[in-house]
């Protein structure tokens, strides 16, 4: 469970680094879901989900409020989900999410990312076919036996429930992500550390310490990216 755990600690040290970067994906990805059907959450399940992972990153209100109301409004930006693969070094392997406005942008900035720090992109399909779609969540205060107890008594089949460190982190069908949270609502959870949809690899590396270091500056260098909504890896960081 390393990259996995690994991923949890990511997860949980983006909520207090680059708040101003954070907010602004929320924000566009807020106004694609609104967008995308009736701008309430009561009636648009996407929004909802969205609406439900932003609490775990603090989003402000007021952020919420002024992507539902552009979508209200009948904004006129039009963005595509994109999804890059690429390689980094010594086996390492990436998914970029994007939403962008302006394929021919975000192509040549991911491009570039990967160019300039070590990496090459891949064909559609020659890195995801390595990654697993999955709700994941984390959380404190209970234990992975009740958890499953929740799960069950719900009729919900998870992927796996486990205890690392302080956190229990349960890995579900994606699917599955509104029914798993209320039934883990249910037995009092209410602060959940990740409620995220990610791309887990289904085995992690370890590399260099000089490997490692030309990976971080291609991740760091593709999330600074404004298109990017997400990177994935395969890399068991230190």
Same mark, same amino acid.
């Given at each position: 469970?390393?990259?996995?755990?690994?991923?949890?600690? $990511?997860?949980?040290?983006?909520?207090?680094?680059?708040?101003?970067?954070?907010?602004?994906k !929320?924000?566009?990805?807020?106004?694609?879901?609104?967008?995308? @059907?009736?701008? %309430?959450?009561e009636?648009?399940?996407? &929004?909802?989900?969205?609406?439900?992972r932003?609490k775990?990153?603090?989003?402000?209100?007021?952020?919420?409020?002024?992507?539902? $109301?552009?979508?209200?409004?009948?904004?006129? $930006?039009?963005?595509?989900?994109?999804?890059?693969?690429? /390689?980094?070094?010594?086996?390492?392997? &990436?998914?970029?999410?994007?939403?962008?406005?302006?394929?021919?942008?975000?192509?040549?900035?991911?491009?570039a990312?990967?160019?300039?720090?070590?990496?090459?992109? @891949?064909?559609?399909?020659?890195? +995801?076919?390595? /990654?697993?779609?999955t709700?994941? /969540?984390?959380?404190e205060?209970?234990?992975?036996?009740?958890? /499953?107890?929740?799960l069950?008594?719900?009729?919900?089949?998870?992927?796996?429930?486990?205890?690392e460190?302080?956190?229990?982190?349960?890995?579900?069908?994606?699917?599955? !992500?509104?029914?798993?949270?209320? +039934?883990?609502r249910?037995?009092g959870?209410? %602060?959940?550390?990740?409620? $995220?949809?990610?791309?887990?690899?289904?085995?992690?590396?370890?590399?260099s310490e000089?490997?490692?270091?030309?990976?971080?500056?291609?991740?760091? +260098?593709?999330?600074?990216?404004?298109d990017?909504?997400?990177?994935?890896?395969?890399?068991e &960081?230190?």
């Amino acid at each position: 469970m390393g990259r996995k755990w690994n991923n949890i600690k $990511e997860k949980k040290a983006q909520k207090d680094k680059n708040t101003s970067r954070i907010y602004a994906k !929320f924000g566009k990805e807020i106004y694609v879901a609104a967008k995308s @059907g009736e701008p %309430d959450p009561e009636s648009n399940q996407t &929004l909802r989900l969205v609406l439900e992972r932003a609490k775990t990153y603090s989003i402000p209100r007021n952020i919420i409020d002024r992507a539902i $109301e552009k979508a209200k409004g009948g904004g006129e $930006e039009d963005y595509d989900e994109l999804r890059y693969e690429g /390689f980094g070094p010594n086996g390492s392997m &990436l998914i970029v999410e994007t939403l962008t406005n302006n394929f021919n942008r975000t192509a040549s900035d991911v491009r570039a990312a990967f160019g300039k720090n070590g990496g090459n992109m @891949g064909v559609n399909g020659s890195v +995801a076919y390595m /990654f697993d779609h999955t709700a994941t /969540f984390a959380f404190e205060g209970k234990s992975a036996d009740e958890v /499953f107890e929740a799960l069950m008594e719900a009729d919900l089949d998870a992927r796996d429930v486990i205890e690392e460190g302080d956190l229990t982190i349960v890995y579900a069908e994606p699917d599955q !992500f509104a029914q798993v949270q209320n +039934a883990l609502r249910g037995i009092g959870i209410e %602060d959940f550390k990740v409620a $995220e949809f990610e791309m887990l690899p289904q085995n992690d590396i370890q590399l260099s310490e000089a490997d490692q270091e030309q990976i971080e500056k291609l991740i760091d +260098a593709l999330e600074d990216l404004e298109d990017v909504q997400h990177v994935f890896h395969n890399v068991e &960081l230190a």
